[in-house]
């Protein structure tokens, strides 16, 4: 399973991360590189291990599905980088 | 001013109590130290109007006999951690405006109980590095240097050295793979990190959210457990967040370690470690017995699996959590975009550093479709074979003796052209993150160079006492007492 510049394309986009086409080579070495320490794993025998996904213990606690917090309009939009109108501004997605 | 600062939390919660200082003048000492000691980069940016309204109403508090358990003490926060009106930025420039609405439950705790805020301390960008250097704002110090700035360590690296410093009495942390204790070792302080769910991690930026846990930096081991005690809570707004009850902490810290059984895992033996970190290591076994402890000798035979899990598991949540970084909702937005995805992707390529994107891309590569089962569910089923072997080994020991760090403090900049030399810095503290279970640094030795050395110790999930118990006695045996040449 090797990493190569059109993979690196495919991660950065799927990733939203813009990879200059002059950092593909260098990124996907360095990715290889990492996985390939990685595939150790592969000694491990995993037949019949269910995987961890979380340490709690505890299954996730319910709660009223009522509406606790809100009218905050103003904070929600402070950091944002362009708003109008009590809505967050993107560039024009529909022709 | 000086003896204020080298006065530990206890010391300084009994001066205060007893009106031989001022919570206001406690504060001064500390800002001024922060002014002293700005060479060091550990602060990314000071509140000290904040700080000092905070301290004259401490003191009110305390002539009112309402004083809290961290009533008037000068606490360092993480620039992780959100503080309401006060930026902060993760280190990253992504988020360098970010201003937070709201309150962090930790930190919202420690102001109950009364701790003053000095300011945010350095961190690597998103948590993710051990040298602090993947900081947007540039490495913090470690105040042990001589001529060679030395790395604090990662990720709360500004934490570290700013306890170290004495320009905070108290910082926070976090660890998700040994972020507070390798940074703690390195700078020669107390560093703990707690039970996974003891600290909520609401208000927290996040990293990667099975293994993030929030923790304190302090000078000893009863300022560690005074501390933890402040910041845990169980949160509704954390889902996570847990509720066993906190056991006897102040009891632990005095109860000694006789007949307990002290874990040695044959594992953490590796090829090639510095002969001073072998020495001390024995030198903890033997101050271990003589406290009164049987030493047991343990197997936790899928230690070396640790750091590749690890670095699946945690570039595989990064990439999940930091999807929000948008451009639209909070953070930089680039300009000059051709449409809604170009400014997604050009924002985040301008925003996250190197080392955040590399994570990314790990991360989606290890989520993508084919590649799922080969290396997250596979980094999760070798994550319950280490969980296992902790409760193996807990079923027989009350706590488990490991070195800290395969290193004292290396120079800045040093191990920046391999990822993978990065990695191997956290290779004693990440198993405990994968295991959820609570660990603490304490400084031990200086090496040959002068530089601090810590252990390490391990305990049981929720058994936040026994390892409170270990680490005093480890404290008192160790006896450090030396300060860091750079400390104000």
Known sequence: MSVDKDTVKKIGRLARIHVPEQSQEQIASELNHILSWVEQLGEVDTSNVEPLASVTGHSLPMRSDVVTDGEKADDVLKNAPQSASGFFVVPKVVE | MTELLSLSATEAQQALRQKECSAVELTTAYLGAIEQTAELNNY??????????????????????TAGMLEGLPIGVKDL????????????????????????????????AGGVMLGKLNCDEFAMGSANETSCFGPAVNPWSADTPLAAGGSS???????????????????TGGSIRQPAAFCGVVGMKPTYGRCSRWGIVAFASSLDQAGPFTRTVADSALMFSAMASHDPKD???????????????????????????????????DAEIVALWQQGQNWMREAGAELVEISLPHTKYALPVYYIIAPAEASSNLARYDGVRYGVRSDDVQSL?????????????????????????????????AYY????????????????????????????????????????????????????TVPANLAGIPGISVPAGLSKDGLPLGLQLLAGAFCEDKLYATAATLESMANFKTSAPKAA
């Open chain 2, 377 to 428: 569910k596979k980094a999760q089923q070798v994550r319950r074979l280490i969980r296992q072997d902790f409760d193996t080994a807990f079923a027989s020991v009350d706590a488990i003796l490991t070195p800290a760090t395969p290193t004292a403090a290396f120079a800045l900049g040093q191990k920046q052209d391999d990822p993978l030399t990065m990695y191997l810095n956290d290779v004693f």
């Open chain 2, 44 to 65: 990314v940016a000071v509140t000290a109007d904040k700080a000092l309204e905070m301290a004259a109403n401490s003191d009110q508090k305390i002539a009112a006999g």
């Open chain 2, 81 to 112: 951690f959100c503080t309401q009106n006060v930026a902060t930025t993760a280190c990253s420039e992504i988020l360098r405006n970010f201003v937070p609405p709201y309150e962090s439950t930790v930190t919202a705790n420690l102001w109950q």
């Open chain 2, 239 to 273: 889902s996570t967040s847990a509720p066993e009850a906190m056991p006897d902490l102040s009891k632990a810290l005095s109860q000694g370690i006789k007949g307990m059984k002290i874990g040695i895992p044959a594992e953490y033996e590796m090829d090639g470690m």
């Open chain 2, 341 to 373: 995805d170009d400014m997604y992707e050009k924002s985040r390529a301008a925003g996250f550093g190197e080392e955040v994107q590399r994570r990314i891309m790990i991360g989606t590569y290890a989520l993508s479709a084919g590649y799922y089962d």
């Open chain 2, 157 to 175: 690296g500004g934490s570290a050295s700013a306890v170290a410093a004495h320009s905070a009495l108290l910082a926070t942390g976090t660890d």
